[in-house]
């Protein structure tokens, strides 16, 4: 089973910039899909981020032209690039793979790891 470990969050001003990390620990391209979730307090956890194992990136309307999904294959590493962050980003921002089983795609998630954006 996959393990996945978070890095990068913290408190940063409406404005500012973030770049967390996700490092696997399997070739990431074992997985069909990885990318970010998020869930903020009281609210249901959130599509960020995704990256086909192809290189298609797909984006929350909300994050769309301030954050960027990239990725190291060597490093197998997953990163998000948010800029330009707002209050409203404020979560806990997890890592996800998706590998596909035949029948579905089966979930991995990281820990989590806290983004504030405040003042």
């Known amino acids: 089973q996959v393990q996945l470990v978070e890095s990068g969050g913290g408190l940063v001003q409406p404005g500012g910039s973030l770049r967390l990390s996700c490092t696997a620990s399997v070739h990431i391209f074992n997985y069909e899909i990885m990318g970010w979730y998020r869930q903020a307090p009281g609210k249901q956890r959130e599509l960020v981020a995704t990256?086909?194992?192809?290189?298609?990136?797909n984006y929350g309307d909300s994050v769309k032209d301030r954050f960027t999904v990239s990725r190291d294959t060597a490093k197998n590493t997953v990163y998000l690039q948010m800029n330009s962050l707002k209050p409203e980003d404020t979560a806990v921002y997890y890592c996800?793979?998706?590998?596909?089983?035949?029948?579905?795609?089966?979930?991995?998630w990281g820990q989590g790891t806290q983004v504030t954006a405040s003042s």
């Open positions: 990256l086909t194992r192809g290189g298609a990136a």
């Open positions: 996800n793979v998706k590998q596909w089983t035949g029948s579905g795609y089966e979930d991995y």
